[in-house]
Nanobody
C-alpha cells in the first residue's frame, strides 16, 4: 500500500518558481511509477510529469517540458516537482499518484490517470499574472 502526501503549493507571480514535494510511504522506485497530475476548475485532470524504472526515466507533458523537472531523493521516499517560469495556465490543484509497476511500454501512457492506483490529497498552486 502506497500513501502519498503532497506539499509545497502556494501562490506565486508569473515567471516565478515553486517546488512541490510528495512524501511517498510504501513507494518502491524499482516496483512503482509515480506521476504528478493537475486539475484546474472545470477541466479534466491532466498528467504533468512521471518518473519510473527506479527513477532512471522521466516523461513530461509538452505544456511543461523545459520548465518543470521531476526527481526523487536518494532514498526514493520523496518525489519532487520543480516548477520554473510559471504561467497563469499552470494554476491548478496538483496531485501525486503512484502505480504498481515501474515499466511502461508506451511512456506517453504514463501521463494517463486511470493507470494509477494511489493518490494524494493534492496541493493548490496559484499563479497570478
Amino acid at each position: 500500500q502506497v500513501q502519498l502526501v503532497e506539499s509545497g503549493g502556494g501562490s506565486v507571480q508569473a515567471g516565478g518558481s515553486l517546488r512541490l514535494s510528495c512524501a511517498a510511504s510504501g513507494y518502491v522506485p524499482s516496483k512503482n511509477s509515480l506521476g504528478w497530475f493537475r486539475q484546474a476548475p472545470g477541466k479534466e485532470r491532466e498528467g504533468v510529469a512521471t518518473i519510473y524504472l527506479g527513477g532512471r526515466n522521466t516523461y513530461y507533458a509538452d505544456s511543461v517540458k523545459g520548465r518543470f523537472t521531476i526527481s526523487q531523493d536518494a532514498a526514493g521516499k520523496t518525489v519532487y516537482l520543480q516548477m520554473n517560469s510559471l504561467k497563469s495556465e499552470d494554476t491548478a490543484m496538483y496531485f501525486c499518484a503512484a502505480r504498481d509497476g515501474a515499466y511502461w511500454t508506451n511512456p506517453e501512457a504514463s501521463l494517463e490517470s486511470p493507470w494509477y492506483h494511489y493518490w494524494g490529497q493534492g496541493t493548490q498552486v496559484t499563479v497570478s499574472s
